[in-house]
């Protein structure tokens, strides 16, 4: 098991379990809310204020949810097409990721390490940083 946790972690949960209550209800809010996005890109773009990147992203984020849910739901119907459902998933989560770091969201991650990095080791001195960039034979 999972780091000697095997016994902790039951796969699949159970439907009334609170992980698995809490994860449904993530999944049917995130949808609402990439729905209001996808409407409001909509609008947006009848009047001319559209702008085209980011809605791959939306897209993406529809697929991975929807599948993620036909995935559990083809499961709990005891259909066959459920691994191909989860395949879909997977694959969709695996776009999101290799994708990062040319999306809207590599922002996220980038602007997080900065941000440990300058806790970790403080910020780097105007004068030590020009020091870098100081050819050393002049």
Same mark, same amino acid.
């Given at each position: 098991?999972?780091?000697?946790?095997?016994? +902790?972690?039951?796969? $699949? =949960? $159970?439907?009334?379990?609170?992980?698995?209550?809490?994860?449904n209800? !993530?999944?049917?809010? =995130?949808? *609402?809310? *990439?729905w209001?996005?996808? @409407?409001? @890109?909509?609008?947006? @773009? /009848?009047? /001319?204020?559209? *702008? $085209?990147? %980011?809605?791959?992203? &939306?897209? =993406?984020?529809?697929?991975?949810?929807?599948? %993620?849910? +036909?995935?559990?739901?083809?499961?709990?119907a005891?259909?066959?097409? +459920?691994?191909?459902?989860?395949?879909?998933h &997977?694959?969709?989560?695996? +776009?999101?990721?290799?994708? *990062?770091?040319?999306?809207?969201?590599?922002?996220?991650?980038y602007?997080?390490? !900065?941000?440990?990095?300058?806790? @970790?080791? %403080? /910020?780097?001195?105007?004068? !030590?940083?020009a020091?870098?960039?100081?050819?050393?034979?002049?």
């Amino acid at each position: 098991g999972l780091l000697g946790l095997s016994w +902790a972690f039951a796969s $699949p =949960l $159970p439907q009334l379990d609170p992980v698995k209550l809490a994860a449904n209800v !993530a999944a049917f809010t =995130l949808l *609402l809310g *990439l729905w209001h996005f996808w @409407r409001r @890109r909509r609008s947006e @773009r /009848r009047r /001319r204020r559209f *702008l $085209p990147q %980011g809605g791959h992203i &939306l897209a =993406l984020f529809f697929g991975i949810t929807l599948s %993620g849910l +036909a995935a559990q739901w083809l499961r709990l119907a005891g259909m066959p097409v +459920a691994c191909a459902a989860y395949t879909v998933h &997977l694959a969709l989560v695996w +776009a999101l990721f290799a994708g *990062l770091p040319w999306s809207p969201l590599a922002h996220l991650v980038y602007r997080t390490l !900065a941000l440990y990095h300058v806790r @970790r080791y %403080g /910020r780097c001195r105007p004068d !030590a940083a020009a020091a870098l960039f100081v050819p050393k034979d002049i």
